[in-house]
């Protein structure tokens, strides 16, 4: 005869066994895919990873195992195969939605080394652009390896754990205590315990090594906190240190300034623009910063212009990157002000401001802008004629994410020369973004990290080399100014961890005929970042950029030297000789390095990144 309380304890229990071997078997695929990025980390500190991960699993475990409470519940008192079969279907459902994101946290790893979080589910309102970033093997194995995990897990829980409830006896008892002691026992694993603090993912952080804490935290719970956080801090600044008006007055006086005299490098302060967006240029694929063999073109284009050799991005995708040059805004740590017109229509434009001047104003892209919403952004800022990859000729070859950069940049050429000067016109290039399926043999051979990047690079370099050939016969390319900066960061052979400055550190070079002789080849070691474009553009041209307050001169000697950059919930703060990284999700910092050539100290670096991160989200807020 079955006895009814041990058919239910046992269905409980083999079920939250079977989600807890599940997450762990997930972390182990997982690291294997990302083998590369754990040499030189211990085993002992690898497998650390299932005892920490245990906080986290044990909670996500409870959230799960709501449903088959009540399904059991019922049970209890009533038996039906409906009911074996709804549980079959509601574990599938579940074994579905966590494989779509830990799967989706396998091809996305190397591009944006994070777990799968809040501006991720931004994309899936647009999955044409996860189709064409993937190249066409990854979604065909990645699809046939979800299918053959959600089948061979099914079969695992069909054959083990799948408890068929028969009832001959009821015990009344035991439905009582299961009524109500169950509940509040999940209630406790959910939130971790009884404690006043609920959990967090800082249960999971246990290692200086970032893929190994990212690893440990559970990826479903992670995602269902970045959601609710976002949701829920954004009618409060989830930054608040200080008092407001405290922050305020640190904030201020990081941008004072003892001596506004500014460098004028131009021969005159009515030039044509062209500003190239570099597709995720780190600053190590350039010669001063990293390697020779990468870009040798670009090292020739530096000698006939300025670099600026200590830049960083504010965020890590390129719609930050379109706000944070064109309106000089921070990027945010948990949401994008790009996707909110409501918003974004708060900020100043650099291409508002020199419309008045006559310029003409132009925008190329070979991909899709609907991405990010960068066209509406845009759009916002006025630009005369926006073209992306629809837009060119069908003639043009084309990639899977759009077409490349030895096509699109003769086509902007030809679109140069038919403009009305002064002309301010801007080309974001494609090829160095993921899946490099670019006409190009592989040509560096030595990295141990990117090789499909780093070549990417190389690429676009020879492509550039190309069109500054054609450009330099042009009547109008001795009264042109060209920008080169990247759009942000990016993991290269180098391997820095992501949180570290000189991963976000990018490349800014103002370069060609139209620079003072006696300027060309300079470089600017000052301490800025990707946001300063704005100011040290409008210096040069003689025009007022006091709306832009968030944006530096660079080429102000006296200008003040400190870079600020976001990421998935967190954020950093470089200072001559100091840098400071703090994650909000554990509360922990995530780096703080001050040398000897620093004149900070500590509680005064702190302070100053803590001021920055509230007063930027509150202006967010506040828009």
Known sequence: MAVLPKQIVLSFLKQMLFWLIFFDLNRIIFLLFQIHYLKGISFWSILGIFWYSFPLDFSTICYIMVIPFFLLLVQNFYTHKFFDILTKIYIILMLLIYLLITTSEIAVYSEWKTKLHYKALLYILHPAEIISTAQTWQLVVFSIFLILQLVLSFWFYQRFIFVKIKIQKRNYIFSGLYLVLVPGLLFAGIRGGFQQIPINQSQSYYSKHEILNLTSVNSGWNLISSIQQNYNMLGKNPYQYYELSEAKKTVKELYTISNDSATFILKNQRPNIVLFILEGWSASLIESQGDKEITPFFHELQKNGVLFTNVYASGTRSQEGMTSIYSGFPAQTITTITQQPEKYNKLPSIVKKIKPLGYYTSYYFGGQLIYGNIKSFLDYNEIDKIEEGKDFPSSLPRGKLGIHDEYTLPYFLKELNNQKQPFFSSLFTMSTHSPYDFNMKEVIKWPEYEKDYVNSA??????????????????????????????????????????????????????????????????????????????????????????????????????????????????????????????????????????????????????????????????????
């Open 458 to 623: 190389y690429y676009s370099d020879n492509c550039f080399k190309n069109f500054f050939a054609e450009a330099q016969k042009q009547s109008w390319f001795d009264n042109t100014l060209f920008i080169l900066i990247s759009d942000h960061g990016h993991g290269s052979f180098t391997n820095y961890d992501f949180c570290t400055p000189e991963y976000h550190k990018i490349v800014f070079l103002m370069t060609g005929n139209v620079i003072k002789d006696e300027y060309k080849g300079k470089t600017i070691d000052k301490l800025g970042s990707q946001i300063d474009l704005s100011a040290t553009l409008l210096g040069q041209l003689g025009l007022s950029y006091k709306e832009f307050e968030w944006s530096k001169n660079l080429l102000q000697p006296a200008c003040p030297e400190f870079a600020f950059y976001a990421f998935d919930n967190a954020f950093g703060f470089v200072r001559p000789g100091a840098a400071f990284v703090f994650d909000a999700r554990s509360n922990k910092n995530c780096l703080l390095r001050i040398d000897s050539t620093a004149t900070i100290h500590q509680p005064e670096l702190e302070k100053q990144a803590r001021s920055y991160m509230q007063c930027v989200f509150q202006e967010y807020m506040d828009f």
